[in-house]
């Protein structure tokens, strides 16, 4: 893919407008990254931080604030708050799921062990709650905190619901506002407020980031059964082997026969699975018009967060974000 190309892309054409507030993130994120007296803290916390992810939900953070017209500096430290929430999440996501690899890269519970991946995960938490009361808003560190439970309560709702055949689409919804909905809904929502945006802008804002979380992993799982291993940085089919219901499979389920379903139960709540098996699987969802009707989801989400934005002032940023809600489901047309 040449450059030219590369620029074309929404959330880089997002970087490059906020380059110079990503910088100041990215050196907060060092700076607080570091411990004296753990080296293996920054070990850890840089081989994720550092392996090249989009750092979307800080950006969301900044293209809040200014669309809604701030000028001070605690949008800085809002959007490192963001990201240290996010990565803490990833490093506990990987020893949950026994993952081993992440953007492409071994996992840090891989090239370390758990117990470091978990007490890391821990540490960038505690730092991100240091972070969020510096700006001295109390409705931002109430967004960002309920943000804070609600991924752990999603978590766990997806630990009990994963392998349940009985798991329905509203489950799965319940799920994903938790871990990736609520993240990029706060991160849009504690940057109008700290700009003393509006009622009507914040809400907007909460509406676009909560839609645009929903859309951005609805793709994810579609991708994990359609996709390349380069461009969801894991492995293709880990959902399967990991016997997660995600959108596809259940959609599958909920038209499946009795044979069908019979080996649904082998495959996710035995977690017998066999050579084949993953093929099979995307033939069901195929004839069932699995992958086709979850793609149209994830496209309804993306609508519906473009829609919100008609409620925010022409803007420049506001047209990225628009952009970046087409791009989010365009990966898996």
């Not at 700009?195 to 609805?218: C, H, K, M, N, R």
């Not at 380069?230 to 499946?256: H, M, Q, S, W, Y």
Request: one cysteine or more.
């Amino acid at each position: 893919m040449s450059l030219d190309e590369t620029a074309q892309k929404p959330h880089d054409r997002l970087g490059a407008h906020l380059a110079a507030d990503m910088e100041r993130v990215n050196a907060l994120i060092r700076e607080r990254m570091a411990s004296e007296h753990a080296p293996r803290i920054p070990e850890v916390t840089a081989h994720l931080i550092e392996a090249g992810g989009k750092r979307l939900r800080p950006m969301l953070t900044l293209a809040a604030a200014r669309l809604c017209g701030y000028q001070g500096d605690h949008h800085i430290r809002l959007a490192a708050t963001v990201e240290f929430i996010h990565t803490a999440t990833l490093l506990h996501d990987d020893v949950v799921d026994e993952s081993r690899q992440r953007r492409g890269r071994p996992t840090a519970n891989l090239l370390w062990d758990n117990k470091s991946s978990v007490l890391v995960g821990d540490y960038l938490f505690a730092r991100a709650f240091q972070l969020m009361v510096e700006p001295g808003s109390l409705r931002v560190l109430e967004i960002l905190s309920n943000a804070s439970a609600t991924i752990a309560e999603g978590e766990v709702l997806q630990l009990t619901a994963a392998q349940d055949l009985r798991t329905d689409e509203d489950t799965y919804l319940k799920v994903v506002r938790g871990k990736t909905a609520a993240l990029f809904s706060a991160a849009t929502e504690s940057g109008a407020v700290l700009a003393g945006a509006d009622d009507s802008e914040v809400a907007a804002l909460f509406t676009y980031g909560d839609a645009l979380g929903i859309a951005f992993q609805i793709a994810d799982d579609l991708l994990d059964y359609g996709g390349t291993t380069a461009a969801i940085g894991k492995n293709v089919g880990d959902d399967f082997r990991e016997r997660k219901l995600t959108l596809p499979v259940i959609k599958a389920v909920a038209k499946a026969g009795e044979a069908e379903r019979a080996f649904w139960r082998r495959v996710i709540e035995k977690g017998d699975q066999r050579e084949g098996d993953l093929d099979q699987a995307l033939g069901l969802m195929a004839r069932h018009g699995a992958m086709e009707s979850t793609r149209n989801d994830a496209r309804g989400w993306a609508d519906r967060a473009k829609r919100a934005l008609a409620a925010l002032p022409a803007h420049d940023l506001r047209d990225m974000l628009a952009d970046l809600a087409d791009y989010v489901v365009a990966r898996v047309n």
